[in-house]
């Protein structure tokens, strides 16, 4: 069993959709939990990042940690265009070693 | 806000050839730099932390004498990639640590890397 799982998709969805994105992982060492977006041929941009369970909110995104289940989730509300990138989902123990998700890619279609 | 530099963005090279990429850290000092590998449809996966003046700490499977890392100073580190072959075609990408909490990454924009 991988460290962690994320499913890659694709995922299409109208614009003005909410969106869902899920990882779940098995290393309960893991206290720290990050969603990343990733443009085509970029490198990946910090998105969310919290190490509690419960929501954490800005602006249109709502991160959700779930740590007795290990699975951890991104809400994205009003998709826009924009929002069509590859996210993804990264953990760590507290060394400074992030572990990744294989990220799932997002349209959003007008 | 910080920012990585990483050249080049795309390179294609001969099998057999070395293959040297680049990546600065434009407003900051970093002196730790990961370096990453990422497949199609694949996560990134890490292999080697660059501390600068030391050498390079390689995970597991990753082979030090192919993918030599210099990290010669605290706002460039290199990565070299030695006697490419077709299976090492991927995209690099490397990540240097602004600040030492978990969200203080900043990745560059990545190198698309083709051995013909």
């Known amino acids: 069993q991988k460290e962690v799982e994320q499913d890659p998709g694709p995922l299409s969805v109208p614009e003005g959709a909410i969106v869902s994105l899920n990882c779940t992982y098995s290393?309960?060492?893991?206290?720290?939990f990050m969603w990343y977006r990733q443009y085509s041929r970029k490198g990946p941009e910090l998105l969310m990042y919290?190490?509690?369970?419960g929501n954490k909110e800005d602006g249109r995104f709502t991160a959700q940690v779930d740590k007795s289940s290990k699975y951890i989730s991104l809400f994205i509300r009003d998709s826009q265009p924009s929002d069509s990138a590859t996210y993804l989902c990264a953990m760590a123990s507290g060394s400074e070693k992030l572990v990744f998700g294989k990220g799932t890619k997002l349209t959003v279609n007008p | 806000g910080a920012v990585v530099s990483q050249h080049p963005s795309w390179v294609i090279c001969k099998s057999g050839t070395s293959v040297k990429i680049e990546c600065r850290s434009l407003d900051f000092q970093a002196t730790t730099m990961f370096w990453y590998r990422q497949f199609p449809k694949q996560s990134l996966m890490l292999m080697a932390t660059s501390n600068e003046g030391s050498k390079a700490t390689y995970e597991q499977g990753v082979e030090k004498d192919k993918f030599l890392i210099n990290h010669a100073s605290l706002t460039l580190s290199t990565l070299t990639v030695t006697s490419a072959h077709p299976e090492d075609s991927s995209f690099y990408i490397c990540?240097?640590?602004?600040?030492?909490?978990?969200?203080?990454?900043?990745f560059g924009s990545g190198t698309r890397l083709t051995v013909v």
């Open positions: 919290t190490y509690s369970s």
């Open positions: 290393n309960s060492a893991f206290q720290y």
């Open positions: 990540s240097a640590r602004v600040r030492s909490t978990l969200d203080g990454y900043t």
